[in-house]
């Protein structure tokens, strides 16, 4: 039997919620009861299920003014808020290890994978802070503390700056009735991570589950066998943000099926 999350009327911000882990948590969020507002660049063909059209947020969140936007319409449709989970973020950097990161790639990393949630938290927060209560969650990355070499140094640092901007921002807020937590998963395979699959398997002649267990053994290997699912890292957030998790706070819940090699 499932544990049952009730997070009927709950007003929620989801960033990123067209694609992989964040439209699998709108879903999940929606399901549960909640009033969800999701964002991304592009309108995607259909609005996700279960969300109004005028909640579908277009803006490119690596800039102050995209961010902007998205914090404007919740003081607008709402102006109150009592969930909010960062999904946005990603890597397109090139491999070649650090010399071929350039200026303006760091620059995008941490304009994608920490500024956005730092700019709108500083807007949205002070809503939470007023009522006294709320909560946060920052999908990292488990590169945080596993970082991997070849293309994505600079978006591993700046997930290890967003997961220690996290744990500092909790104990801030925390004694405001306001919870924050990061959400760190290994690898996820989203629609997106099937696609590349499917061409390294085409590519190097072989099945899909040939590339899949290539990819595996390219992160050092996934202890459980298989890559997570986006709709279990949505599980995983569902229940952090619902009041089953009232009393938790401040801390890192890691979904790899055992990637990371330590505690
Ligand atoms: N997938 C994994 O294996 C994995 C592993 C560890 C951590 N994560 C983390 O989990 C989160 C979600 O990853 P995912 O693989 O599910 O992502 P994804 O499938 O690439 O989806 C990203 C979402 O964010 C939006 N987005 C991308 N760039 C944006 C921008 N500049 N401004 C506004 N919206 C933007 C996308 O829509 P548009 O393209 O239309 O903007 C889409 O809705 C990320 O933070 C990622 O670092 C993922």
Partial sequence: MSLSIDLSGRRTLVTGGSKGIGEATVSRLVEAGATVMTTARRLPPHVPSGVSEN???????TSEEGCRTVSDAVHRHWGGIDVLVHVVGGSDAPSGGFAALTEEQWTRELSLNLLPAVRLDRALLPLMVAC???VVVHVTSIQSQLPLPDSTLAYAAAKAALSNYSKGLSKE??????????VAPGWVETTAATALIERLAQE???????????????LGGIPFGRPAKPVEVA??????????????TG???????GTVPTA
């Fill in 204 to 218: 190097a002649g072989t099945d899909m589950d040939a590339a899949r267990q290539g990819l595996m053994a390219s």
């Fill in 173 to 182: 807020v925390g004694p405001k009735g306001v919870r924050v937590l990061r």
């Fill in 251 to 257: 801390t890192e819940f890691v979904i790899d099926g």
């Fill in 55 to 61: 909640l579908f947020i277009t803006a490119d969140l």
């Fill in 235 to 248: 599980d995983l957030i569902a229940f952090l943000v619902s009041d089953h998790s009232g009393c938790i």
């Fill in 132 to 134: 006294g209560s709320g």
